[in-house]
């Protein structure tokens, strides 16, 4: 079974810092899912990743598939960035479901 | 588009009532799965299926049944309600082809309690 480790659990920052959210698994992937869960408890895919980087907005994940490692990370933060996010990996071929990390409670101070 | 949706959005039962939450989506999406929410355990998978007739377990599936006779539709069902099901159940889809490696397409959640 992937073990899967965020860090960290909570972050409080101010508004316009740049902020990294970490995720770490245990076994060999194919996919991993960054997802954004609002206050109001709506869950939403944010990005897909099996290599590299991918950039949307002020929203830039990371995956080092040989450390077995990914970030998240948003630039200028914004009040309405507050929310969960939660790390998804998803072993062999995708097939199978999503194993979830207990997410990273942020909230951005104006 | 109505993307996935899910009823009822709240719910409270007896130990040992029985109950099918619903599940259905719009976009022809093949894969569909099921989780559970749990503070401080996050989403766990409870059942999936890549296509209609086809079905497998989760992480956690003991106490819950599924079906899927159409694409559109996967019903989650409790046949005996205990008090440790109490959770939030979200659903969600992916497109044909992609799995669980596809972008995912979560429903509202049931906010589901078991006295």
């Known amino acids: 079974k992937n073990e899967v480790e965020q860090s960290p659990q909570n972050l409080t920052a101010q508004e316009g810092e740049f902020i990294t959210i970490n995720c770490s698994y245990s076994v060999g992937i194919s996919a991993l899912h960054w997802l954004q869960q609002h206050p109001g408890g709506g869950i939403v895919s944010l990005f897909m990743l099996s290599s590299g980087k991918k950039k949307h907005g002020r929203l830039i994940a990371t995956i080092n598939i040989q450390e077995k490692h990914s970030s998240l990370h948003i630039t200028a933060s914004h009040p309405r960035d507050s929310a969960v996010y939660i790390c998804?990996?998803?072993?062999?071929?995708?097939?199978?479901?999503?194993?979830f990390g207990k997410g990273t409670h942020l909230i951005i101070q104006p | 588009n109505a993307g996935v949706t899910q009823t009822p959005k709240f719910q409270v039962l007896k130990t040992g009532q029985s109950m099918t939450l619903q599940c259905a989506q719009d976009?022809?999406?093949?894969?569909m799965s099921w989780y559970r929410q749990d503070p401080g355990m996050g989403l766990r998978l409870i059942h999936y299926?890549?296509?209609?007739?086809?079905?497998d377990q989760g992480e956690v599936p003991n106490g819950y049944n599924v079906s899927r006779s159409t694409t559109e539709d996967f019903p989650l069902r409790l046949l005996s309600a205990a008090p440790s099901q109490t959770s939030v159940y979200f659903c969600?889809?992916?497109?044909?082809?992609?799995?669980?490696?596809?972008?995912?397409?979560f429903g509202p959640g049931t906010r589901l309690t078991v006295l």
């Open positions: 299926s890549v296509g209609a007739g086809i079905t």
């Open positions: 998804a990996v998803v072993a062999g071929g995708g097939a199978d479901g999503l194993t």
């Open positions: 969600a889809s992916s497109y044909t082809g992609g799995g669980a490696r596809g972008t995912q397409y």
């Open positions: 976009m022809n999406h093949e894969y």
